[in-house]
């Protein structure tokens, strides 16, 4: 697999589409940070980190839905920087989703964290996706 975060995304936005509640993910230290960004932002209701046999372990995300119209919390995701074109960004020139209704996951030297979290701390760094 070229582009593990690209899987990720990819397996998230399978599972949204076909309405599934859960979904289990490869895991690795990128995926897990990412994991729990979208849980302390409210796009996902739960996730477990489980070890597998070959140590590679699994994510179990608990996908979000509107109780009365089963629409998904998340509408899109988008891969930014690629394995191809990597996309970075400095503190001053952070992007916005959606006028600032989205976010957008980077990695930073402080971690994975939101485009806002990077505002405040004045960090730039790689746009990995957006999400809204």
């Not at 070229?2 to 990128?30: C, G, M």
């Not at 489980?50 to 998340?74: R, S």
Request: aromatic share 6%; hydrophobic share 40%; glycine share 6%.
């Amino acid at each position: 697999m070229t582009d593990p975060i690209a899987d990720y995304l990819t397996r998230l936005r399978n599972a949204l589409q076909a309405k599934h509640r859960i979904v289990e993910i490869p895991a690795s230290n990128i995926k897990k940070a990412m994991t729990k960004v979208l849980f302390e932002k409210g796009y996902i209701l739960n996730y477990k980190f489980e070890e597998t046999e070959n140590k590679q372990g699994v994510i179990k995300l608990a996908l979000k839905y509107d109780p009365l119209t089963k629409i998904p919390a998340i509408r899109e995701l988008k891969r930014v920087s690629k394995p191809g074109l990597r996309k970075y960004v400095p503190a001053n020139n952070l992007p916005r989703v959606i006028n600032g209704l989205g976010i957008a996951i980077l990695s930073t030297s402080m971690g994975v964290i939101t485009d806002k979290e990077a505002k405040a701390n004045n960090v730039g760094g790689e746009v990995l996706c957006y999400i809204s």
